[in-house]
């Protein structure tokens, strides 16, 4: 019973400390605004006396008009202080974007420059590219929407401002972009058919049959004089010299190895067997690198320049036969170059 009349007043005594210190909480806050009140509500006189015998102005303000007004210029130097920074970036980004601006002006006044070179180049380009087409029997390009023009590119070269504002060289280049795609067509054509006729002249003997191109003629087809007798007959084959013996020989076509042998005559000699009835012969040989049977294509070596045989120096006898007759060779050594230049130019050259 003691113990709960203890506790009751330890209760009642908690309570009174904490109502006395609300109680002087609340005074202390009522005192601190009554304060602070009293400060803003202080009055303050501003007295402006002319230096002449005029009237003198009183100004009453109070300490919280004083305190809003100094906020209120405190915001106005900040945001001229602000402005100010924001102003000197603005001026740096906008001469920036200026110093870029100029940069672009210059690459775009050098790009119609480039394209005002890439016109004429273009204009070349359709010529002979028209001229190959034609020789080779291919439909040149043509544009559906400008057929009735006067040319290919005529579309691309008459391109004028356009309305909206849009830079003419973008018209152009698209143009340029256009004609170039529908000139893959025909060009594809043309690589298919300058592949079939490079098929063909590797199975026809037209190259220089020592390797390198190196060697001269030194004796030519058909009536000369015999080098051991004087006398004339008739020479059938040209012979190619380099002043020396172990000079690479090639086949000047592509073909099957029908003969690897020797005789007094010819010495040590290859004939080959090509395509379309021609045969090529080889003499005068100082050592073989194939055997009979052999494929071998066209520039690939079947032997070494020697002095066997019936000769008077290192050379190499060379012959072209088509079926049973004997034809000069010179005639096919520069085949190709010749029908390239045909074909590009439209007439033999």
Known sequence: MVKVHDY??????????????????????ANFFKAIYSLFKRRYTIVFVPHSERKVYNFHVTFFSICILAVLLSGVAGSFLWYGASYRSHKNAYSDKDAQLKNAQASLDQLRDEMASLWQET????????????????????????????????SFFDTHETADGRLRETDEIKNFANYLSRAVKPIKEMGTLLESQSALLSEVPNIWPIKGGIGHIS??????????????????????STYRQGDPIVATADGQIVTVDADSGFGNYIIIRHKHGFY????????????????????????????????TGPHLHYEVHIGSDVVDPYKFLNIRSTVGRVNLNGAKS
């Open 123 to 154: 204009r070349n380009f359709q010529t002979v590219l028209s001229g190959v087409f034609n020789t080779l029997g291919i439909d040149p390009v043509r544009d559906p929407e400008t057929q009735a023009t006067s040319g290919d590119l005529s």
């Open 280 to 311: 090529t012969r080889y003499g005068h040989l100082m050592q073989f690198a194939v055997r009979t049977g052999q494929w071998v294509q066209q520039g690939e070596t079947i032997g070494y320049i020697g002095n066997t045989g019936r000769s």
């Open 219 to 240: 004796m030519f087809f058909g009536e000369n004089a015999d080098p051991f007798t004087g006398q004339l007959y008739v020479h059938k084959g040209i012979d190619l």
């Open 8 to 29: 009751k007043r330890m209760e009642n005594n908690f309570v009174k400390k904490v109502k006395t210190l609300a109680v002087s909480f609340a005074r202390s806050a």
